[in-house]
């Protein structure tokens, strides 16, 4: 196991991801800032917070809990991305590359996941 959460390369990813998405919601429309802005960085800030709060759990059930809680983060934040392309918020070429980077971070977790409950 590593030393430290930081670590992680799904981690390390989804803290990118952060950024990436916070600075693309920086140009939504300010009607949205209670709305879907907020929705959406709660989302993207979840994946890589519940990461860190699972491993420091120390107990592999605890952990795969909390991995999954990410997981289910980043459905979310992709159903809110589709709704925002939808809305005119986000253009194609954006949306892509974050669902592209959200897609990969998404396999790291469930691979992650797998692992932890096979060594329950």
Request: net charge positive; aromatic share 10%.
């Amino acid at each position: 196991m590593t030393k430290s959460f930081r670590e992680l390369i799904v981690w390390q990813k989804s803290i990118a991801l952060v950024v990436k998405v916070y600075k693309l919601t920086e140009k939504f429309p300010k009607s949205e800032l209670f709305g879907l802005t907020s929705q959406i960085r709660r989302a993207v800030v979840a994946i890589p917070s519940n990461i860190a709060e699972g491993y420091a759990r120390r107990h592999t059930k605890e952990y795969a809990q909390f991995v999954n809680i990410a997981f289910s983060s980043g459905a979310e934040l992709e159903t809110q991305l589709v709704i925002s392309e939808e809305l005119g918020y986000v253009n194609k070429n954006e949306y892509e590359g974050i669902s592209e980077t959200l897609c990969e971070i998404m396999r790291m977790l469930n691979k992650l996941g797998n692992v932890l409950r096979a060594n329950l």
